[in-house]
T-cell receptor, first 112, second 117 residues
């Protein structure tokens, strides 16, 4: 089955640590996106990538970094510079020429 | 810049009654509009979209939405609500294709629908 896989489902981070969230898709989609979801705030765009080796900042990129070395992979690193990282993180992809997104099941990150 | 407003944080409806979840948008040019649904601790699932054509769009699970350009609205509707429709609903917008390339979807804050048996 084609789809987007996010791992891990739950992640705990200590203060001052960097953590990396995985997003892998086997849909052959060109564009990939990272959104952050907080209660009452909806989804906010962190980073997106339209092609391999290229990505753009979204509305809340500070404290995050990404890479797009392969078409199927778009990992997100939450750095120690992100002051309030506890949230639900969603990865999505879009096929070239299509309109809507396919979403992964999300990763819930908690700072302990 | 585009934006989406979902004016109701919560909508309660009795099972079997019609439901409406409201959405208004702001975008330069013609909009591409979407509705997604989210169940607890899951990703978003696509319900329906408006790109062009008929203002009444039919989607998954009996949902439909009406595009109203003069009111810049795209309300989600269902004639008869089910308890299983209880979830978080998101409206999203992006402008039509531009020379600047593809603009990411902008989402509203979400509306929690609770259908009571």
């Amino acid at each position: 089955d084609g789809g987007i896989t996010q791992s891990p489902k739950y992640l705990f981070r200590k203060e001052g640590q960097n953590v990396t969230l995985s997003c892998e898709q086997n849909l052959n989609h060109d564009a990939m996106y990272w959104y952050r979801q907080d209660p009452g705030q909806g989804l906010r765009l962190i980073y997106y990538s339209q092609i391999v080796n290229d990505f753009q900042k979204g509305d809340i990129a500070e404290g995050y970094s990404v890479s797009r070395e392969k078409k199927e992979s778009f990992p997100l690193t939450v750095t120690s510079a992100q002051k309030n990282p506890t949230a639900f993180y969603l990865c999505a992809s879009r096929e070239r020429g299509s309109y809507g997104y396919t979403f992964g099941s999300g990763t819930r990150l908690t700072v302990v | 810049a585009q934006s989406v407003a979902q004016p109701e944080d919560q909508v309660n409806v009795a099972e079997g009654n019609p439901l409406t979840v409201k959405c208004t948008y702001s975008v330069s040019g013609n909009p591409y509009l979407f509705w997604y649904v989210q169940y607890p601790n899951r990703g978003l699932q696509f319900l329906l979209k408006y790109i062009t054509g008929d203002n009444l769009v039919k989607g998954s699970y009996g949902f439909e939405a009406e595009f109203n350009k003069s009111q810049t609205s795209f309300h989600l509707k269902k004639p008869s609500a089910l308890v299983s429709d209880s979830a978080l609903y998101f409206c999203a917008v992006r402008p039509e294709w531009t020379r600047a390339g593809n603009t990411p979807l902008v989402f509203g804050k979400g509306t929690r629908l609770s259908v009571i048996a």
